[in-house]
């Protein structure tokens, strides 16, 4: 009885330890001008990895204030991105939107807020975002 006690309380620690990635790539083309509108929240690390990204996809990355609106250009991008520490400190959870002519086109949402003792938490942020961009973007500028 004990064994099964143990096995179960497991589980429900294991499932309770869930990373998530979902993204909506863009499908139709966008001009290869893409506005990011700054986060200042956010790490410069993070915003310079992104804008690498998108260089390397292709498009030309022009950076709006944060006061900006989303119909700013024809192509805009929000993003977030958070950090914890636990043993080391790690990127928790990162959201970027794209909007055509202010209409959402894509998104791209990694959380592992819920990664409780799951140890794939601990990610390289860099290769993070550029998998993102690369899921998001898969047919880059110029397509």
Not at 8 to 33: K, W, Y
Not at 69 to 78: K, P, R, S, V
Not at 123 to 142: H, S, T, W, Y
């Amino acid at each position: 009885m004990s064994k099964v006690l143990a096995l179960s309380l497991l589980v429900a620690l294991v499932s309770g330890c869930a990373i998530h990635q979902t993204v909506s790539p863009i499908t139709a083309p966008v001009t290869r001008e893409i506005c990011l509108i700054e986060n200042t929240a956010v790490r410069a690390g993070f915003v310079n990895q992104l804008r690498q990204s998108l260089g390397a996809k292709g498009y030309q990355v022009r950076m709006l204030p944060e006061t900006a609106a989303i119909n700013a250009c024809t192509t805009t991008a929000t993003y977030t991105a958070t950090w914890r520490w636990d043993l080391a400190l790690y990127m928790s959870y990162a959201e970027i939107k794209v909007y055509s002519n202010a209409r959402p086109v894509g998104e791209a949402l990694y959380d592992s807020t819920g990664g409780g003792g799951n140890m794939g938490k601990f990610i390289d942020a860099n290769e993070k975002i550029r998998e993102l961009v690369d899921q998001l973007f898969p047919a880059g500028a110029g397509a």
